[in-house]
């Protein structure tokens, strides 16, 4: 099963983490791991490198990166200013998986923000990621590191099924600990808000910026958008995942694949993967994505999964379920 794991230690990681900050201060591109999930990176300063991402990913070029720095003097350049809000949200919270929505620096590149007035910064907390963007001695723009739409990766084996001949290197650094992407708070709003929950929530963010709102995840009629990572299927895999009420009625299909949150006491005649074993949410989001991958390359014909309770880090795991799920019905086997 997926757990806690770290980087190889037969690597030289101290002489990797050099060679690869080269790499990214050459222009090249190199996935490294994150706190959430890992990120591939190019120079935010070198548009070539910056277009490169977006080529690796397939990504349109409507959707802006979010900016990793290993230091607070590297916000220089890269916002206008920083909020008396944004201080306060920073010393609390990074490095860690906040991202920070601000307003943009005038040198920024429209490509990196995709031609908003805003752009999003994040120090992320995994030491090997914050050695090599000091190393590199550049602000890193990082999406995550898989083909749009797909699922995020947890592992750098993840990475390298999806990105591998496209990239100039993979940082091993073991699994991701929170395993689901930042948080990304807009502080540029007139109330702070929530474009994409994650680990860091309302209850978090509240005691320290009064209210906060979160922003209405999109339907399938919604047009515009206020981050465009709100776009309804998104994290998605190949294999159609169902969110239905009780996963119990699928016991005895043979070709559906069962994501579990707990031990039901019951056993399925498909595949099951338990993305925690005893509803914990922290081990739940770390796993979630290893879960559905793990099911998605079994030919299955459909996964199905429940939701957990709408409270703390459930909030953002459930959101994305609701974005790997496209269809609403609930199957018959
Ligand atoms: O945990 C994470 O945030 C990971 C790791 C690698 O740091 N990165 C990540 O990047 O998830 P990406 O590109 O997959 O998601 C970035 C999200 C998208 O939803 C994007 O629309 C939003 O951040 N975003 C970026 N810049 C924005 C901006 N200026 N205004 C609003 N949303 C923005
Ligand atoms: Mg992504």
């Known amino acids: 099963t997926y757990t806690r794991s770290y980087p190889n230690p037969a690597q030289d990681l101290p002489r990797l983490i050099k060679e690869y900050a080269k790499l990214l201060a050459d222009g090249k591109l190199v996935a490294f791991p994150t706190e959430t999930v890992y990120g591939l990176g ?68 429209d490509i990196v923000t995709a031609g908003s007035e805003t752009i999003a910064v994040r120090m992320p907390a995994n030491p090997l990621a914050l050695a090599l963007i000091k190393a590199s001695g550049k602000p890193i723009a990082a999406p995550s590191a898989n083909r749009f739409g797909y699922t995020s990766p947890t592992t750098a084996e993840h990475v390298r099924e999806q990105l591998s001949g496209r990239i100039a290197a993979i940082l091993d650094g ?30 978090e963010l509240s005691p320290l910026l009064g209210e906060v709102a979160l922003a209405k995840q999109a339907g399938p009629t919604d047009t515009k958008l206020e981050s465009p990572g709100l776009l309804e299927s998104h994290y998605a ?97």
């Open 174 to 203: 073991g699994a991701c600990t929170v395993g689901i992407e930042s948080t990304v708070l807009a502080l540029h709003t007139k109330i702070p808000t929530i474009l994409r929950p994650g680990k860091i929530g309302v209850q």
């Open 237 to 333: 895999p190949t294999t159609p995942l169902y969110l239905v009420d009780d996963v119990r009625q699928y016991q005895s299909c043979k070709d559906v694949g069962v994501l579990l949150f707990e031990d039901i006491g019951i056993s399925f005649q498909g595949p099951v993967a338990y993305i925690s074993e005893d509803k914990d949410s922290e081990t739940a989001a770390m796993r979630l994505y290893w879960a559905i991958r793990k099911l998605d390359g079994m030919g299955l014909r459909f996964m199905v999964c429940s939701l957990l309770p709408e409270q703390g880090i459930g909030v953002a795991i459930n959101n994305r379920l609701r974005k790997a799920a496209t269809k609403k019905e609930q199957p018959s086997c």
């Open 42 to 109: 190019g120079d935010a300063t070198n548009e070539e490198a910056v277009k490169g991402i977006f080529a690796a990913k397939e990504r349109p070029f409507f959707d802006p990166l979010i900016v990793h720095i290993a230091e607070l003097s590297q916000l220089d350049g890269l916002v206008a200013e920083v909020s008396e809000q944004a201080n306060v949200l920073m010393q609390q919270f990074w490095p860690g998986p906040l991202t920070l929505v601000m307003k943009k620096h005038p040198q920024v590149a």
